[in-house]
Each structure stands twice: as C-alpha cells, then as structure tokens.
C-alpha cells in the first residue's frame, strides 16, 4: 500500500496595483475573475486596485476573485481629509487590505506602530490584513536583514494571528527586477514563521507568509517552490490578466 500524496499547500496570489488603473482596466479583472475559475482550489487569487476601482471590481469578480485595497486608515471615521477608514473599504466590497507596503513606509513616512493600528482596524473590520515587511539594500549589505524584519514584526503585528498574512518584500527587489535566491528566502521566511511561532504559538504556523518583489512569470514557480512560501504579492505583473494568472498557475 503507498502513501497518498500530500495535499498542495494552500497559495494566496495578490496582485498590488499599485496607482494604476481606471474604469477600462476592469477588463482586466473581469478576464482574471473569469480564470480564477479554473484554478485547483489550494490557490486563491486577489487583486488590490485602487480605491477608485473597489466597487466596479468587486460587482465584476462577482466572488470568483478575492478583492482588496492598498491602504487603510487606522480610525474609523474623523476629520482625515482624504482618508478612508476600514469601514468604507468594506462596504465598497473589500475583503483584504495590504498595510506597510515599503512605499507607505518610506513616502509617507509611516511607522510600525502606523502599520500595527492599520492592521488591527482592518481585523476589527472582519477583514484580512496583509503585513508588509522588508530590508533595504544598505540593510541587507550591512547584514542586518533579519534584525531589520524582526524589529518590523514586533512593532507592526496586532495582537491577534486571525484574518492575518505576512509579506516578505525586500525593499531593493521591488520594482528592480532583482530577486533574492530560493534559498534566501527560504532561510528569510523561516525566521519569520519562528517569529510568528513565538508570537502567537500554533496560531502562528498558520499564518500565511508570501513573498513580494519582481515576481514575474519567469520566475514564480521557483520562488513559490520555496519552503514557508505561502503565496506572492504581486506588482507591475499583476496588471494584466496573461501575466498575473501565469503567476498564479505556477502555484
């Protein structure tokens, strides 16, 4: 008698538009929502356009395509002139968010302690929060990294493991066309998983942990083939559905 082959691990792909996109764009969505279909059922498929777009996407994916936003403001209402609270995401048909993207950190200055009250509405919400972390250049050549992605766990993770998920982004990879090897990110995301272990115990191994940074086609199965790999935040190549559904298959 042999053993039966172990069930594929479950895969999140979530393509970050970035300031990309306006109404014609939604052809996009509608072809991957249309795709999504077919993909064996470990793999889930979400796509972050801008908050313009929230609404005619989620009508459009029509529940075959997760549908997420970019930024989140951490208060619930106020007087914060063109922010939008967890709240109105939800309504306008998200269902993830992604907090501390390096290009929050870095261009509008935000810190952990940002980041962590960002995530902890976006849960209070009943949403998923997608934590962005990740080392510069200088870091990494400095050997630092993982003292860096340390420091941006503990100050940025709310207090509860649920609706919860991790993305590696090296900051020097984003948008460069560079990638770190397989086996750096194995390696990288081990700590993370043993951070996350000590944080929130069992809780903690289930937290999903993807990968972010010049994920293309090229290149997807050898980065999602890593060990504690859970998934990618995609970019640029997640703006048309050819490119972003290649990705998505090779999970």
């Known amino acids: 008698m042999t053993d039966s082959p172990a069930a594929p691990r479950p895969h999140l792909i979530a393509g970050n538009w970035k300031m990309h996109g306006t109404a014609t764009a ?3 969505i509608e072809a991957m929502a249309a795709a999504a279909a077919s993909l064996p059922p470990h793999v889930t498929v979400a796509v972050c356009p801008p908050a313009t777009l929230i609404h005619r996407a989620a009508q459009v994916a029509r529940g075959r395509l997760v549908i997420g936003a970019q930024d989140v403001h951490a208060e619930p209402c106020g007087a914060f002139t063109g922010c939008v609270s967890a709240e109105m995401l939800q ?13 929050r950190r870095t261009d509008c200055h935000e810190t952990d302690a940002d980041v962590r009250a960002k995530a902890i509405a976006v849960q209070a919400a009943g949403m998923t929060a997608i934590v962005c972390i990740g080392e510069t250049a200088a870091e990494r050549d400095a050997g630092t990294a993982l003292t860096v992605l340390n420091s941006q766990l503990d100050g940025s993770l709310p207090g509860s493991a649920e609706r919860l998920v991790v993305a590696y982004e090296p900051v020097w990879a984003v948008g460069s066309g560079l990638t770190p090897t397989p086996e750096q990110i194995t390696g ?29 086609p090229d290149n997807a199965a050898a980065l999602l083939g890593a060990d504690n790999v859970s998934g990618a935040l995609v970019g640029g190549a997640s703006l048309t559905a050819a490119d972003f559904l290649a990705i998505a298959r090779a999970a």
């Open 188 to 216: 990288l995301h081990a700590a993370i998983r043993t951070n996350l272990t000590a944080r929130y115990g069992d809780a903690g191994e289930r937290v999903a942990i993807l990968y972010g940074g010049s994920v293309k």
């Open 91 to 103: 309504d306008a048909g998200a269902t993830l968010v992604i907090v501390g993207h390096s290009e």
């Open 26 to 28: 939604l052809a996009e």
